[in-house]
């Protein structure tokens, strides 16, 4: 087995045996989101034509449990590895950068796949969902989970105890997160923060995401792809940059 395969391996089977802490525990959580903001405003409000409350959250309840879980999987690997020393059994052997950030990636958003399927098949029988534009979906779940991936191993990178990649969580993933659309339309804000939203590279993943099911969004789908595939291709740039320096994990 090479080594990249070996790395992968060991990355899923690190979250796979814990996936009741990894897997069911974000779904629990997204189905609580659920219940609680559709029981409030079911019947209330309609952000799209046709569209109900309830509907319009799934999926950015699943997209958002698919980019806090990306993050959170490579992130986490990452600074435990350096805690306990065994980063050096993943530097000494002869894995090229891109072999190691390809590893932590894939394995990242393997678990956000699984948890976002997760979520669906929790609300499938509550809350169905169409399925208007598949490629779409598929294109903006692995490509929002590629940019925070990215960022987990960024912050991983840069951490040196458990406390700074929860500050990093706290206050750079999950407000980003919560102001990407996951509950509302953009539309629905003052136009200032309409403007800010469209600097959050979080909300076109959403957005694209969510069009995918409903075929309607807040921007068109082509620009939205190409915003947040551009996020991803800079986050992973500066990841093999950081890999091949060897900062925070060579010196």
Partial sequence: MSGFRTLLYKEVL???????????????????FLLVFAQALSGRV????GVGYAQFLVPGLAMMAMLQNAFANSSSSLIQSKLTGNIVFILLPP????????????????????VG?????????????????????????????????????????????????AAFQNFIVTPLTFLAGVFYSVHALPREWQVASHFNPFFYAVDGFRYGFFGQSDVAPGTSLVIATAAFAALSFLTLQLLRSGYKLRH
């Fill in 117 to 165: 399927a997760g979520v669906f098949a929790a609300t499938f029988f509550l809350v169905p969902v169409p399925l208007a534009h598949p490629l779409w979906v598929i294109a903006f779940a692995l490509v929002g989970s590629g940019i925070l991936a990215a960022l987990g191993v960024i912050a991983g990178i840069w951490a040196e105890k458990f406390e700074q990649i």
């Fill in 14 to 32: 690190r979250f796979w045996k814990v996936s009741f802490q990894t897997v069911a525990a974000p779904v629990l959580s997204a189905l609580m």
């Fill in 95 to 114: 894995l090229a950068p891109g072999e190691i950030f390809m590893a932590y990636l894939i394995a990242a958003v393997i678990r956000a796949i699984v």
């Fill in 46 to 49: 309609e952000v799209f034509p």
